[in-house]
């Protein structure tokens, strides 16, 4: 079996040596070295050149956050957090893992050794599954080096020789040769070309005036794409149409064509974000115009808050429907990522409670430690509720959960969408809403997943309909909501 060698940072000598026997519990890694700070850290990364690091957050010297930071900038090795549970140290965690950290886990007590038990099998589970994906990686790297180096060595065709009777031809003819057709073609207008080949046709007759038709088919025809054309990352499965999807075909007709249309960042860059001034503007009346009849639901896991930021900052704060959140992680951490990702998006972000009322223009994020379900109240409105039943998935919340939740309201337009992250949470759920017509799924494609595990699940079910790399998922999620 493999060994991986292991960095274990700590400024805590007990606290390393628990780490360690945690570690090499398991046979697949042995720590070769520990540092008691950042720059010790650092140091001993650049020279050992280890397969993963364990860090601590907070540290003298310097702190896990900053020696992240350096060691990401000069070689990529996946690195857990070990974080505390006070609130300095959640909020460094977080920016921790939108700064490049594969994942955390929190610090093990020393007092229960029940609880150290399950912080060491979850640290060799996330450890397991970086290598995984190092691996993984690797190997789709180098499956594209031998893809683009077989297409470099195609034989081009052998030149024929050139007669002598075609000699003088080539002479008179240069420029027919050096010019691409296409090229000396455009050279002359539309008109110039049709009076043109007409005189050829009938010499000595007067070539009629163009058709206002033909010239904006021409144009049509070199000035756009070719809007037939369906894109590898468009539909990645399309079942038999319902009736149910029929009629909703009929009713929302720009849904089915998404994916012919070109993202909006192609052909309406989404807008730099503006000063916090007009954001906070906006987010002190959050939700408080009217009713909605869409609904977004993201899931998440491994990856998920580096993620959730670059989709988040991306969605406008006039989106018409709210946005719920189901993100793996333990309780009170939720809580700061809610806020660290409320000063990124231009909507209202906070931590879901029991019985919200969904607004515009918001994101509810569910709390650690409590499964996130969308309910209908009496007087019409859309509420979330949150509970402590058992675990989906072996989570607590679950994307499955909520997605779930979603069944009953066939009148919300829902639009689905699963980012990296271990395992399959929200695959099963997505497939059913699918089934009955919900055709605005989303999901993050391998090329930029931290871990290809929930996408890939849904994938491999045949229910999204659209894979596309993190970068322009929301700028195609904005076109299918408004």
């Known amino acids: 079996m493999a060994v991986y060698q292991v960095l ?38 650049l020279e050992l050149k280890p397969d993963i690091i364990t860090m601590d957050v907070e540290m003298p010297e310097m702190n896990g956050l900053d020696a992240l930071k350096s060691i990401m900038e000069d070689s990529f090795i996946p ?52 290598m995984h994906e190092v691996k993984r990686k690797a190997e789709r790297k180098e ?5 683009e180096a077989s297409r470099s060595t195609v034989v081009p065709p052998v030149a024929q020789p050139v007669k002598k009777d075609e ?27 049709t009076a043109v ?54 009713r929302s007709p720009e849904v089915p064509r998404l994916q012919t249309k070109q993202p909006v960042a192609s052909s309406a860059p989404v807008p730099a974000k503006e000063p916090a001034k007009l954001n906070t503007a906006f987010k002190t009346s ?9 609904l977004v639901a993201i899931g998440s896991s491994t990856g998920g808050p580096r993620a959730l930021k670059t989709l988040l900052e991306q969605l406008p704060a006039d989106l018409p429907a709210p946005v719920i959140i189901v993100q793996h992680m ?30 515009k223009g918001m994101a509810y994020i569910a709390p650690g430690g409590f499964h996130l379900r969308v309910h209908k109240a009496a007087d019409g409105r859309f509420i979330l509720k949150l509970s402590e039943d058992q675990q ?64 890939r699940s849904a994938v491999e079910l045949q229910c999204v309909r659209h894979l596309l790399p993190l970068q322009e998922i929301a700028p195609r999620l904005v076109q299918a909501v408004k």
Do not use: W
């Open 330 to 359: 333990p309780p009170n951490f939720t809580r700061s990522l809610a806020q660290r990702l409320n000063t990124f998006s231009p909507l209202h972000v906070v931590e879901a409670e029991d019985g919200m009322v969904l607004k």
């Open 79 to 130: 690195v857990i957090m070990l974080s505390g549970i006070n609130e300095q140290g959640m909020k460094e965690t977080i920016m921790a893992l939108e700064a490049g950290a594969f994942d955390f886990i929190r610090k093990p007590s020393v007092v229960h050794d029940q609880d150290i038990a399950q912080v060491g099998k979850a640290l060799v589970e996330r450890m397991r599954a970086a």
């Open 8 to 45: 274990v940072v700590d400024d805590s000598a007990f606290m390393r040596k628990i780490v360690t026997d945690l570690i090499e519990a398991d046979s697949e890694f042995k720590v070769t070295a520990t540092a008691s700070n950042g720059k010790e850290a650092i140091q001993k990364a």
């Open 392 to 455: 989906v998935n072996g989570h607590r919340p679950s994307v499955d959960t909520m997605f779930e939740s979603l069944l009953p309201f066939t009148s919300l337009q829902r639009h689905l969408v699963l980012l990296t992250g271990m395992g399959s949470d929200g695959a099963r759920m997505m497939k059913k809403l699918y089934e009955t017509g919900v055709t605005s799924t989303f999901a993050e494609n391998e090329e930029t997943c931290v871990v290809y595990g929930m996408p």
């Open 143 to 147: 499956s594209i080096k031998k893809i």
């Open 167 to 193: 000699a003088t031809k080539d002479m008179v003819e240069p420029l027919q040769k050096t010019a691409p057709p296409i090229l000396a073609k455009s050279e002359l207008s539309f008109e110039k070309r």
């Open 286 to 294: 959050a939700g408080s115009e009217g009713s909605f009849n869409k």
């Open 197 to 250: 080949s007409q005189a050829k046709k009938q010499p000595g007759v007067p070539p009629s005036p163009p058709k206002s038709e033909r010239m904006i088919t021409k144009k049509d025809g070199l000035g756009k794409p070719d809007q037939s054309a369906r894109t590898k990352t468009d539909i990645v499965s399309k079942p038999p149409v319902s009736p149910l999807q029929a009629r909703k075909e009929v």
